[in-house]
């Protein structure tokens, strides 16, 4: 790999940065300490940082002249986990660990920042430094976007680091790299009675498990086999008792799509699903779909941006990432402008790949990943606004 000089330099800077994080994990729109111990770095840069940007989010603005506006977005917080790891630098605060890599998306982004402050040449533009708060589930990209985050932004570019994927390959593509992830309840209300006597009842158990049977037609019959899409029940609750049939029953799951047409396309097919199962069973079903956030979709000259950084970091295996159904809401700011989100591979063993999944109590990374987004970010701005 080759790493930028600028970020070697620093490279114990980074990763004390990351574990100090990793130590001291705060959840969505709880990231107070996180937020000020970025703020006063970027102050120990010679910045002068905006606080409490969406919340609890923190920006900071490097002009080095007339020319385009960069956003660079790490995000900040962290899940409800307790972590096992047994890491020194394990997570101290109870039932909340940065299980996701959070961590080092904020380390990678003070390390840019830090190198980029010490530049001796100059750039034609100006760079800004986005820590974001409450990436898991709470949208705080929103937030951001509606406290001015992407004023006067040309174009914007996140990473994750990616378990997924050996350290030395980074994911790279224009398009959908991360799906719509959308919520739904359903509730079904039947007739209750005793087990031994069903006539003059109806059973939720009975519909419930039609229904979920019946869902699963949608991504079997209803869409593209090659646009991928999900629906999964995650959760049933219903009964009371082995010999009583149960008047009521509900289902939680998720549905996913690459594409706002899937998206809209599984939302109407569920409902009419719905429909027809409650007209069936006589029943009836409630359904109430939350949308959450929105796929996100690379933009092309943005995505080739990268695809040249990274391959002077990495050579070859600059390229396709490990796709995933999983969802960020850094696809609300590609909604708004255009950029690329991409991975970063940090999966701490090479031959097993899956041993430390996102969101797993055990979770780490192999810390020189923690070198390779900050070169890319410089190799990027290099190539876009260098003299």
Not at 286 to 291: I, L, R
């Amino acid at each position: 790999m080759n790493i930028r000089k600028e970020i070697k330099e620093i490279e114990k800077m980074i990763i004390d940065w990351r574990r100090d994080f990793h130590q001291f994990p705060e959840l969505s729109f709880q990231e107070h300490r996180t937020g000020d111990v970025i703020a006063d770095e970027l102050r120990s840069m010679g910045l002068e940082p905006k606080v409490k940007v969406g919340k609890t989010g923190v920006t900071a603005d490097l002009k080095f002249g007339n020319g385009p506006v960069i956003g660079l977005r790490a995000d900040m917080d962290a899940l409800p986990i307790q972590e096992t790891s047994g890491l020194p630098f394990s997570s101290q605060n109870d039932g909340v660990m940065h299980a996701c890599g959070h961590d080092g998306h904020m380390a990678m982004l003070l390390g840019a920042a830090k190198a980029l402050t010490q530049k001796d040449n100059q750039y034609n533009g100006t760079v800004r430094f986005i820590f974001q708060p409450a990436e898991e589930g709470e949208g705080g990209a929103r937030y951001m976007i509606e406290d001015g985050c992407l004023e006067g932004i040309d174009e914007i570019y996140g990473i994750h680091v990616w378990n997924y994927q050996p350290v030395g390959e980074v994911g790279v593509k224009d398009g959908p790299v991360l799906a719509a992830a959308d919520m739904f309840d359903i509730k079904i209300k039947g007739i209750g009675g005793h087990g031994a006597a069903p006539q003059g009842t109806v059973d939720s158990v009975v519909v419930a498990s039609y229904l979920v049977q019946a869902l699963q037609t949608i991504v079997s019959r209803n869409t593209n086999p090659l646009e991928s899409t999900v629906i999964s029940i995650g959760k049933i609750n219903g009964g009371n008792n082995f010999n009583i049939i149960a008047d009521e029953v509900s289902l939680s799951g998720t549905a996913r799509a690459y594409s706002e047409e899937n998206r809209n396309l599984i939302k109407t097919r569920m409902e009419e699903i719905i429909k027809g199962v409650e007209k069936t069973y006589n029943a009836n079903i409630t359904f109430d779909y939350k949308d959450g956030y929105p796929p996100t979709i690379n933009h092309v000259g943005p995505t080739q941006k990268v695809l040249k950084a990274a391959e002077k970091v990495v050579g070859d295996k600059a390229g396709m990432p490990y796709l995933s159904m999983g969802g960020e809401d850094f696809a609300y700011y590609l909604k708004e402008k255009p950029g690329c989100f991409f991975f970063v591979g940090s999966a701490p063993n090479e031959q097993e790949l899956f041993e430390t999944p996102h969101h797993c109590s055990h979770f780490t990374m192999d810390e020189r990943a923690l070198l390779v987004g900050p070169s890319i970010y410089l190799n990027l701005l290099d190539n876009i606004m260098g003299t």
